[in-house]
């Protein structure tokens, strides 16, 4: 009986201010507490599945898989590094994301407004819903595609619409988080088995993709090579994972399992399925030059090789991306307007229902308005999201630096590395637009 006591008194003693071994014991109970919390079966690590997935929903839509065929089908292999250098890029402000949803007592836009101000938060609020917006045409068309490709004869404008409604009510759902999320974690695994079948189907020549991890420019690639960035390396994705992981109620002691389960694959995945898109569309239509000039085009990407069963597998996958990217989209950009508004930094919020419809509304509008050149219209648009990407990055690197804020969680240097890397890349890649687009 007296060694326990004395164990008692000399825990007693280290945790009594003023003995200068507080921190210490506060520190070995949290090592504890949170290594008895990472001890988790199989079924509660997949629970831990869910914001960097929503991430990896969001950034893998039909306008990444435009850009990405364009690429393939015009500059064949050559451009496949530019997905390997966003998705790494991606993982580090992705992973910054996370752990401020983790720290944070309140949310990222109430941060921002408190270390730097009202007016910078609410910029970063207006910022992700410029971004939001961009996306929504891609997502509105794209939805509409992938039906009709499923359903040959019908028209893709209809099923736009159709598919916009129901994500329309989906959303106008309470508490709907939970589900949507689960919802969009089985899209990107149908997305990753449907592009893993057509890359082998395709047939390609693996060494020349190889050679593509060599960084390269080619005349007249950079539209293209800005709007890949613009997809992978997409930081709004990143700077909404924040708010996940505090929806989700996320702990520092989760944080570990989070990154093995979540962080790493919910990001990596879309990065290797647009790699693959590169590498099937240079495999069918970068052999004879051909572009896909419009959506038929990209319908129609299999049929040489694999005939209608290569373009049905195309197709749902197809339809998967924009659906989720769809409803990702415009729950994200509706639940960051809300908090910039000091609304609310939830998806339930009136606020929040009313943005997240007038994003969808205005992807419809737009493909109804651009009918005639969807493609261009689409690689154009995701190329915009450069502009708005410098700031934000620079605002997930800077909290995420934040001591008091993030205490145990806060960046190392070889995060602050990646991270200016990928604010100099995007704010690098904004300027190159204006020149090409001034030229």
Known sequence: MGEPTRSKSAFRAMSTPGTGHSRISTETVRTIVGARRRRRTPWQHLMLVGPAFIAGAW?????NLTTAVQ????????????????????????DMSVRLGVKSPISLIDSIKTRFGKPVGFLAGIGVFLICLCFSVGNATGSGLGVS????????IMWTVICTVIVAGVLLVKHAYRVIEKILVLLVALMAVCFIVSAFAANPDWAAAGAGLLPTAPDGSWLILIALVGTNFSINAAFYTAYGTKERGRTEADYRDITMVDTIPGIIAPGIMTALIIVVSAAVLGATGQAAADFAGLAAIFEPLAGPVGGFVFGLGFFASAVSSMIANAMAGGTIMSDAFGRGASANTATS??????????????ALAFQSSPVQLIVFAQALTVFVAPLLATLIVLMANDRPLMGSLRNRWWQNLFGVLGIAAVLALSIRLVITLAS
Do not use: D, H, N
């Open 353 to 366: 229902r009313g943005t997240s419809m007038l994003i969808l509304a205005f992807g419809i509008a737009i």
């Open 149 to 156: 490709m499923l359903v040959p004869g019908t028209s893709p």
């Open 71 to 94: 690429a393939g089908s015009e500059y064949r292999y050559s451009l496949i590094w530019v997905i390997v250098v966003s998705t790494v890029l991606m993982l580090f402000l992705a």
């Open 59 to 63: 950034q893998f839509g039909p306008g």
